[in-house]
């Protein structure tokens, strides 16, 4: 098939506006991918090895960790995972799974000394030590210094806890390199943000369904009549990848309508997709919310969509925010994608070819065609 490259500067960010952006094309479209990287079970498991086990997923903000013995747990598929904060002040993440016969220690989220495994009662403490087994004294040679819970990488980005089950992965800041910086310009207080307010869905699509539809606003003119006026302002709308790093940026002024959902003045709306399944939205005016995807089997996926504050309390204008977003949007985009995937699993679809728009601009699957570029670069 022939393809069309993009031949981009290396260290900086794609702007379709960009002079320095150069299109390599030849006369045919680029063509989506085949259904198959959203259907087929074989493909859906090496994704979630090669994709969800070995990168940074956002799990939860460390305001929802606030004080020693606090703890939270989470699943990434078949993987349960809990996150601490110790006596000793550090915030740490293990698989919540005991040493002993491989219960599962904990469950939900709670402050605790010890945690303590329902089956035989091994207790740990929140470093992940093995502190007590019962009637272990009598087994010769039982060492329990010896026995810890096995740890995962985290990382606290900004007041935003991620976690990486590679042990070998390189740091947030050398995987996104610059995005720190970035988020800092448009939302300087953004570290003095607490946990607010967080719904769940289960979307009844391939996760990639779902992350696709959160890259592109080509759908949101016609979808989104809510969005497109109470939050952006389509006109200056564009999502762009940067060229050496798996970043989506999204960014627009704020809308300039008269239907805004509140006062929107001040800084410009921007959101920061960080490859694969995490993202960090700024609306217009400071107003800090996040989503994370989590699979849950090849046709599901569990949706967190999490708004933060100043103080950790919803006021008014967040609650009108939060419900404008949730029964619009949010709601919106849940119809779309259960849609898609019915439509994936068509004996009668063929993929067609995506809208890269050489004006950039709101109207652009380009971010569509990096995502896909780089799904297939991890797996095939
Ligand atoms: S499996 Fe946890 S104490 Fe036995
Ligand atoms: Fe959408």
Same mark, same amino acid.
């Given at each position: 098939?022939?393809?069309?490259?993009?031949?981009?500067?290396?260290?900086?960010?794609?702007?379709?506006?960009?002079?320095?952006?150069?299109?390599?094309?030849?006369?045919?479209?680029?063509?989506?991918?085949?259904?198959?990287?959203?259907?087929?079970?074989?493909?859906?498991?090496?994704?979630?090895?090669?994709?969800?086990?070995?990168?940074?997923?956002?799990?939860?903000?460390?305001?929802?960790?606030?004080?020693?013995?606090?703890?939270?747990?989470?699943?990434?598929?078949?993987? %349960?995972?809990?996150?601490?904060?110790? =006596? #000793?002040?550090? @915030? !740490?993440?293990?698989?919540? $799974?005991? &040493?002993?016969?491989?219960?599962?220690?904990?469950?939900?989220?709670?402050?605790?000394?010890?945690?303590?495994?329902?089956?035989?009662?091994?207790?740990?403490?929140?470093?992940?030590?093995?502190?007590?087994?019962?009637?272990?004294?009598?087994?010769?040679?039982?060492?329990?210094?010896?026995?810890?819970?096995?740890?995962?990488?985290?990382?606290?980005?900004?007041?935003?806890?991620?976690?990486?089950?590679?042990?070998?992965?390189?740091?947030? %800041?050398?995987?996104?390199?610059?995005? =720190? #910086?970035?988020? @800092? !310009?448009?939302?300087?207080? $953004?570290? &003095?943000?607490?946990?607010?307010?967080?719904?769940?869905?289960?979307?009844?699509?391939?996760?990639?369904?779902?992350?696709?539809?959160?890259?592109?606003?080509?759908?949101?003119?016609?979808?989104?009549?809510?969005?497109?006026?109470?939050?952006?302002?389509?006109?200056?709308?564009?999502?762009?990848?940067?060229?050496?790093?798996?970043?989506?940026?999204?960014?627009?002024?704020?809308?300039?309508?008269?239907?805004?959902?509140?006062?929107?003045?001040?800084?410009?709306?921007?959101?920061?997709?960080?490859?694969?399944?995490?993202?960090?939205?700024?609306?217009?005016?400071?107003?800090?919310?996040?989503?994370?995807?989590?699979?849950?089997?090849?046709?599901?996926?569990?949706?967190?969509?999490?708004?933060?504050?100043?103080?950790?309390?919803?006021?008014?204008?967040?609650?009108?925010?939060?419900?404008?977003?949730?029964?619009?949007?949010?709601?919106?985009?849940?119809?779309?994608?259960?849609?898609?995937?019915?439509?994936?699993?068509?004996?009668?679809?063929?993929?067609?070819?995506?809208?890269?728009?050489?004006?950039?601009?709101?109207?652009?699957?380009?971010?569509?065609?990096?995502?896909?570029?780089?799904?297939?670069?991890?797996?095939?």
């Amino acid at each position: 098939m022939p393809s069309r490259r993009f031949i981009l500067p290396v260290g900086k960010k794609i702007s379709m506006m960009n002079p320095d952006l150069k299109v390599v094309a030849d006369s045919d479209p680029v063509i989506g991918l085949e259904a198959k990287y959203f259907t087929n079970r074989d493909i859906y498991r090496r994704i979630v090895d090669e994709v969800f086990y070995k990168n940074w997923l956002l799990a939860c903000h460390s305001s929802q960790l606030r004080k020693p013995g606090d703890f939270l747990t989470l699943e990434i598929y078949d993987q %349960d995972i809990i996150l601490t904060h110790t =006596r #000793e002040g550090a @915030l !740490k993440a293990f698989y919540n $799974v005991c &040493q002993h016969r491989g219960h599962k220690l904990a469950e939900g989220s709670g402050n605790k000394k010890l945690l303590v495994c329902p089956y035989h009662a091994w207790s740990y403490d929140l470093q992940g030590k093995l502190k007590a087994a019962p009637h272990a004294n009598k087994v010769p040679g039982f060492d329990s210094s010896k026995i810890c819970l096995t740890e995962i990488r985290l990382e606290n980005f900004l007041g935003f806890l991620f976690i990486n089950l590679d042990p070998d992965c390189q740091s947030m %800041d050398e995987t996104y390199p610059g995005i =720190r #910086e970035e988020m @800092l !310009k448009l939302c300087p207080d $953004v570290e &003095q943000r607490q946990h607010a307010y967080q719904h769940t869905a289960d979307e009844g699509c391939n996760w990639f369904v779902a992350v696709e539809n959160y890259n592109e606003c080509y759908h949101c003119a016609h979808c989104h009549p809510a969005f497109a006026r109470g939050i952006i302002d389509p006109g200056s709308y564009s999502i762009t990848p940067y060229a050496d790093i798996q970043v989506l940026h999204h960014t627009s002024e704020p809308s300039h309508s008269d239907e805004t959902w509140y006062d929107v003045s001040g800084a410009d709306y921007g959101s920061f997709f960080l490859w694969p399944a995490s993202s960090i939205q700024f609306y217009p005016g400071g107003v800090v919310n996040s989503f994370t995807w989590r699979p849950l089997a090849v046709d599901d996926v569990r949706v967190f969509r999490t708004f933060y504050s100043n103080n950790g309390e919803v006021d008014e204008t967040l609650q009108k925010v939060i419900d404008n977003d949730r029964e619009t949007t949010f709601q919106e985009d849940l119809n779309i994608v259960k849609e898609v995937q019915r439509g994936l699993n068509s004996r009668g679809y063929k993929p067609g070819p995506l809208v890269l728009n050489p004006e950039g601009g709101i109207n652009n699957e380009l971010p569509i065609h990096k995502l896909h570029e780089w799904l297939k670069a991890a797996i095939d």
